[in-house]
């Protein structure tokens, strides 16, 4: 899958840009806070109809504007595609594929595959466990519509429940009532359960594989799905914890307290990982989500490296970019803050790629020539 | 809009304030009513203030201008079979159908925690008190087919006795309507709970 060409009007600070791309590797060099992000932002728009920053819509139309407008043309699997996302700031967000309308957004996800790593995925796989199930629910949503659609239905019994403890009643119906919403919930919960199970599994092997190529140490990088679900019976569960769950007034039962633990030579990441140990372990993860999604999907996702580099020593930068090359990426966008480390990177492997220079949200430079 | 008599703005105000219409619309109304020679305005005046007279069934909490409403009175119902509504207006819908010789009970919502509603708040108390007192054998289900409307229905059925039969109205295709046109959920579910067709049930 490619994307060929982009148009952003009033997206974060990008007043309007229309961007060729190159078929493999973009990359856009430039300051701090000029915009290179928000370039990336608004590719993972296109493919997943949101932002990789988990922001509120609205706070990505550019100041003092009342809408922002992304439009992009694809090509995949050699079929020419046009996707248009627009947000008024008043009024709901709307999704054009080749021209017509899409009446429910989650009918997108999926067509456009992506991958986005963010300098924030750092701190979101130390910082909790509901940010570690967000990037997995982010790579099996695209791969499976029926897990984004009983996990959307989980939560929304699961809101309810949450709702009902909240009230602090606690009289015998509404007992009755929250076991109702165990029922409704376990067979949801189930087969959630099962998908990431079977999805962690998959993606073990070849995180183990990708870290060791990475950090090229020796080091041993290990991930351990943890469920309630795995033991035991999750009404019986429920029922066990009701009590408890009526004095917390949360629902302590269920997949959404599920996570995933990374070691690195058997011990806790969060104990003693270095920064740039860290690093390696998300690259890792997030490329191992790739070489998942490149393998249950029919197309090569595209994959957004916002500042990789950045706290890598150069031998980790240097297996990283042959890594790149080697797992057949396809086609890479990659922002960095040094111009000169990311030109020579790639010019040192002989990689043909566009490059850009963003200043104050437009193109002042590309591939040498002014614009 | 400038009118040249209080009273008559007074009234437009009035009309106004009743959803679904605005100032035109009101100000034709009510020159309608001033121009009328039968004492429409007369007859409407009475009937309005008489609304406040109308009750709440004690039984079955439909409206009612006494303290039990028409039909569960009405000695020609079936006194066995209630059919378990949201609210008024689906009474009236169903009612209209002519197809229902049953009695009702509104429930006065579904449950919904989130904007404050649980069981309590509903009218399930008396339901499971008119099904021991009544003899009850059917309950119908006709509530709206969502997660909320879902988990009530569940909710109910496992609070009432279970020698009393418990039914949900059908979901599938509309009447009328063709196949290709129908969402594949829709279209699914006619199909894992199609009906037996028999001549006799069946003649349009």
């Known amino acids: ?371 | 809009m400038n009118i040249s008599s209080k009273i008559v703005e007074d009234a437009v105000k009035s009309f106004s304030s009743l959803p679904g219409v605005g100032r035109k619309t009101a100000l034709r109304l009510v020159l309608h009513l001033l121009n009328d020679k039968y004492d429409l305005a007369d007859e409407m005046s009475l009937g309005l203030s008489k609304l406040k007279e109308v009750r709440f069934c004690k039984q079955c909490h439909n409206i009612s201008d006494n303290d039990v409403c028409e039909i569960c009175t009405s000695q020609a119902r079936n006194r066995q079979t209630v059919c378990v509504v949201e609210s008024i207006r689906d009474v009236i819908a169903i009612e209209e159908t002519g197809y229902f010789s049953g009695l009702y009970h509104v429930l006065g919502g579904i449950i919904s925690p989130l904007n404050g509603i649980g069981p309590e708040n509903l009218n399930i108390r008396s339901l499971l008190e008119r099904i021991e007192r009544q003899g009850v054998e059917e309950l119908i289900m006709a509530i709206s087919p969502t997660i909320d409307g879902d988990t009530t229905i569940y909710y109910l059925t496992r609070m009432i006795p279970s020698h009393v039969k418990v039914s949900t109205i059908a979901r599938g295709v509309a009447f009328g309507g063709e196949l290709e046109y129908a969402d594949e959920f829709t279209l699914g579910r006619s199909i894992a709970s199609r009906v037996p067709y028999t001549v006799q049930n069946n003649q349009l």
Not at chain 1, 111 to 127: G, H, R, S, T, Y
Not at chain 1, 149 to 154: F, G, N, S, V
Not at chain 1, 235 to 241: G, L, M, P, S, V
Not at chain 1, 340 to 366: A, C, M, P, S, Y
């Open chain 1, 1 to 371: 899958m490619q994307l060929n060409k982009i148009h952003i009007t009033n997206f974060c600070n990008l007043k309007n840009l229309e961007l060729q791309f190159h078929p493999s590797v973009n990359a856009f060099v430039g300051n701090n806070g000029m915009g290179k992000t928000n370039i990336l932002d608004a590719i993972n728009y296109l493919c997943l109809t949101r932002s990789n920053f988990s922001r509120t819509d609205k706070f990505n139309v550019l100041h003092g504007e009342n809408f922002f407008r992304i439009s992009g043309d694809f090509t995949r699997n050699s079929k020419k595609n046009h996707v248009v996302i627009k947000l008024p700031v008043e009024g709901q967000k709307s999704l054009e594929l080749n021209g017509k309308d899409l009446e429910r957004m989650v009918d997108h996800i999926g067509k456009f595959p992506v991958v986005m790593i963010a300098p924030k995925d750092n701190v979101q796989i130390l910082e909790s466990s509901a940010e570690r199930r967000k990037l997995i629910d982010k790579v099996l949503s695209q791969v499976n519509i029926a897990y984004l659609k009983d996990l959307m239905a989980y939560n929304k019994l699961l809101e309810q429940r949450n709702a009902m403890l909240k009230s602090g009643q606690s009289s015998g119906s509404v007992k009755a009532l929250l076991e109702v919403y165990d029922e409704k919930m376990e067979p949801l919960a189930k087969h959630i359960f099962l998908q990431r199970n079977e999805f962690i599994e998959e993606l073990k092997p070849i995180f183990i594989r990708l870290y060791s190529r990475i950090a090229h140490s020796g080091e041993q990088a290990e991930m351990e799905y943890f469920s309630q679900l795995s033991v035991g019976n999750f009404i019986e569960k429920c029922r066990k914890n009701l009590e408890k769950d009526m004095a917390l007034k949360r629902s302590s039962t269920g997949i959404h307290k599920d996570d995933v633990h990374f070691t690195i030579n058997q011990n806790a990441i969060s104990n003693f990982a270095s920064q740039g140990q860290l690093k390696s372990l998300v690259l890792a993860f997030k490329l191992a989500q790739f070489v998942y999604l490149k393998m249950k999907t029919d197309t090569t996702p595209v994959i957004l490296l916002d500042d990789v580099f950045d706290k890598l020593d150069r031998d980790r930068v240097k297996h990283l970019v042959q890594l790149l090359f080697e797992e057949q990426l396809g086609q890479v966008f990659i922002t960095d803050t040094d111009e000169q480390r990311i030109l020579e990177t790639f010019e040192k492997i002989n990689f043909e790629f566009f490059w850009f220079k963003i200043k104050d949200g437009t193109v002042i430079q590309r591939n040498g020539t002014e614009s």
